[in-house]
T-cell receptor, first 116, second 113 residues
Framework: DTGVSQDPRHKITKRGQNVTFRCDPI?????LYWYRQTLGQGPEFLTY??????LEKSRLLSDRFSAERPKGSFSTLEIQRTEQGDSAMYLC?????WGVGHTEAFFGQGTRLTVV | AQTVTQSQPEMSVQEAETVTLSCTYD???????LFWYKQPPSRQMILVIR??????QNATENRFSVNFQKAAKSFSLKISDSQLGDAAMYFC??????????FGTGTRLQVTL
């Protein structure tokens, strides 16, 4: 297993377009998290899944954002009608067990989104 | 709400010397975990060290150690014998029972020869 992988690594899109990112966690990990990191800031929590169930969503996750983890394996994060303020690095992390407090969270390299 | 504050945007250390990165936090939870993550340029974030809040003993991982002051809500990272490969952004983070991480704004560490 090569760790958490994210695709694409970079995405440039025009304002108003829809984009979708994919995250493949470490195979046996049951929890998957999405974070957003803007320049000069630390990552901010967006949402997380335990298996296929989405257990929490941040208020940062507006109705233009949707995340899925259909079979409890990979996850997708879709942004509809992108805005320039959506430009950021989108990070995915996964853990095994109860969550980041109890076991280590492994991060992917992120998808850098630029909205022009 | 949980908050994590890193007041040092940038730090510099000479190779082989020791540096301490500061972090303060606030949480209303009694059961929580504290972390230091390292994010090298264009590479993924990796865990450096973690501390369970119920443990009084400070965590140590090779050249990395923490000074956990629970009453003061302080959690600093000490890097001994600094190496060029230690240059990165370092994030302090907190996880409570909600299992999500709350990060600080980061400290960029430069290591000079």
């Amino acid at each position: 297993d090569t760790g958490v992988s994210q695709d694409p690594r970079h995405k440039i899109t025009k304002r108003g377009q829809n984009v979708t990112f994919r995250c493949d966690p470490i195979s046996e990990h049951n929890r998957l998290y999405w974070y957003r990191q803007t320049l000069g800031q630390g990552p901010e929590f967006l949402t997380y899944f335990q298996n296929e169930a989405q257990l929490e969503k941040s208020r940062l996750l507006s109705d233009r954002f949707s995340a899925e983890r259909p079979k409890g394996s990979f996850s997708t994060l879709e942004i509809q009608r992108t805005e320039q303020g959506d430009s950021a690095m989108y990070l995915c992390a996964s853990t095994l067990g109860w969550g980041v407090g109890h076991t280590e969270a492994f991060f992917g390299q992120g998808t850098r989104l630029t909205v022009v | 709400a949980q908050t994590v504050t890193q007041s040092q945007p940038e730090m510099s250390v000479q190779e082989a010397e020791t540096v301490t990165l500061s972090c303060t936090y606030d949480t209303s939870e009694s059961d929580y975990y504290l972390f230091w993550y390292k994010q090298p340029p264009s590479r993924q974030m990796i865990l450096v060290i973690r501390q369970e809040a119920y443990k009084q003993q400070n965590a140590t991982e090779n050249r990395f150690s923490v000074n956990f002051q629970k009453a003061a809500k302080s959690f600093s990272l000490k890097i001994s014998d600094s190496q060029l490969g230690d240059a990165a952004m370092y994030f302090c983070a907190l996880a409570g029972t909600a299992s999500k991480l709350t990060f600080g704004t980061g400290t960029r560490l430069q290591v000079t020869l």
